[in-house]
């Protein structure tokens, strides 16, 4: 029973505390169910014996829908695989982000205890936006813009990825308003040939290698201390292109644990 709760329920789930599980809440259950009581030290001790370890949890939606998932990874997304396959066609993974100009300079500066660090912003609040797309063998697309993003930013970039990868492709998304609008129906109807998009299960960035490069993108881009928004976009596109040269790293996003699958 203990180890069931522990393997499979948040303390929130047993109503005993926060939603991580902490030694003092694992304390907490060990009492509850069996009556002994442990200090911190010993539950460590105790959890480690058994297998347990710290460890630093992935987030998901409350809205995840399980069975979807499970569809995707067990009919869907095979299916994809096979259809490109015969096709010859290119998989990419696509997805958009945005940088703002107030958001915290990633990472931390050493300084004297006592004595916090100052970095000089431009305080003005200005953003740019990335649309992205990545395939397994490395390749990287990518547009950055300024504007909104909406169905002509996104089919012009489509347009563009069919382009660049000079054959069909398969392109692997997740669900934006976006993406399911009818000006995007109306141009993939045109473009059947060149270009497909196919729509992942609702509320799981876990699945998609391109959330990696957009997590990449904003540790590396210092945002805050650019002075403009096409000072923003300029720092932005020469992330990317390096990026591009760099094909072993764009591959090792899709050898993340959760990502797997995509390679498989």
Not at 150 to 164: E, G, S
Request: hydrophobic residues 40%; contains cysteine; proline residues 5%.
């Amino acid at each position: 029973m203990l180890f069931q709760a522990m393997a499979d329920y948040t303390p929130e789930q047993l109503l005993i505390g926060g939603p991580l599980w902490a030694r003092p809440l694992a304390a907490e259950l060990i009492r509850m169910v069996t009556g002994v009581a442990m200090n911190e030290r010993g539950v460590g001790k105790w959890l480690h014996r058994h297998g347990f370890s710290p460890q630093r949890p992935d987030r998901r939606s409350y809205r995840q829908d399980q069975t979807k998932v499970n569809a995707w990874l067990r009919d869907e997304y095979p299916t994809i695989v096979a259809r490109a396959k015969t096709e010859k066609a290119v998989e990419a993974w696509a997805d958009q982000c945005g940088l703002r100009s107030d958001t915290a300079p990633p990472g931390r500066s050493w300084a004297l205890k006592g004595q916090t660090p100052v970095v000089g912003v431009d305080g003005r609040r200005f953003r740019v936006n990335i649309m992205s797309a990545i395939a397994s063998r490395g390749a990287l697309y990518f547009t950055v813009f300024t504007e909104k993003f909406t169905a002509k930013v996104f089919t012009t970039f489509l347009d563009r990825l069919a382009r660049q990868a000079g054959r069909k492709v398969h392109v692997i998304g997740d669900r934006h308003p976006v993406h399911r609008s009818k000006a995007v129906r109306a141009w993939l109807a045109e473009n059947t040939q060149r270009t497909e998009l196919h729509l992942m299960p609702g509320y799981s960035p876990e699945l998609n290698p391109d959330e990696l490069l957009n997590a990449d993108i904003k540790r590396n881009i210092h945002a805050a201390r650019t002075r403009s928004a096409d000072d923003l976009a300029r720092e932005t596109r020469r992330f990317l292109h390096r990026r591009q040269n760099q094909p072993h790293i764009v591959r090792g996003y899709f050898h993340a644990r959760r990502l797997r699958y995509t390679i498989e």
